[in-house]
């Protein structure tokens, strides 16, 4: 980092914890600049998260193993990329695998990162890392938690490209995978 943007950095006077929940605790945390200026901010402290780009390529024609899901935040259905939380202890890699076991009953032959984002570095602390999975295989059922209800479909590679961040694919995370994936191909 250039030495002339450390100016632009806030330091840490104070942390107090304000709310925790099943999936975040919200703090607040007080910092000063170089000019002495203070304010209180609030930071969502987030488990790290997975997103997983499923290929299978059948009759010549690329597909994704995306999955259906009601999400809470929108009211509304929407079309993703199997994902999830970290568990505790758990690598990046360990829980793309069993998101994906999970979400679909698939398991994949090959599995590697192909990128990472801050999903909004403005108020949350966590990262979003995505991996590709290929060489896929049917190995079960879904095992899904008591409240998670998913449904998968195979959707074709082209109907993504069209289609990515409208309804009902428009979830931001979704999108920042489908856009690693897309990187990667180049």
């Not at 409240?147 to 979830?171: D, Q, R």
Request: overall charge negative.
């Amino acid at each position: 980092m250039d030495s002339n943007k450390k100016r632009l950095i806030w330091e840490d006077v104070e942390e107090k914890p304000l709310t925790d929940t099943r999936i975040f605790s919200l703090k607040s945390v007080r910092r000063r600049n170089i000019h002495g200026q203070e304010s209180e901010f609030c930071v969502i402290d987030s488990k790290d998260w997975v997103n997983i780009v499923p290929v299978i390529e059948k009759d010549g024609e690329r597909f994704f193993l995306m999955v259906w899901q009601f999400r809470h935040g929108i009211g509304e259905l929407t079309l993703e990329f199997p994902a999830g939380i970290l568990d505790p202890g758990e690598t990046p890699l360990d829980a793309a695998i069993r998101e994906l076991r999970e979400e679909t009953g698939y398991v994949a032959e090959c599995i590697k990162k192909i990128g990472e984002i801050r999903p909004n570095p403005a108020f949350l602390n966590n990262t979003s890392h995505t991996f590709l999975a290929t060489g896929l295989r049917k190995v079960g059922e879904l095992e899904l938690d008591e409240f998670e209800h998913v449904e998968c479909e195979l959707i074709p590679e082209s109907y993504v490209e069209k289609n990515m961040g409208y309804p009902p694919m428009c979830n931001a995370i979704t999108l920042s995978a489908f856009y690693w994936y897309s990187a990667k191909k180049r």
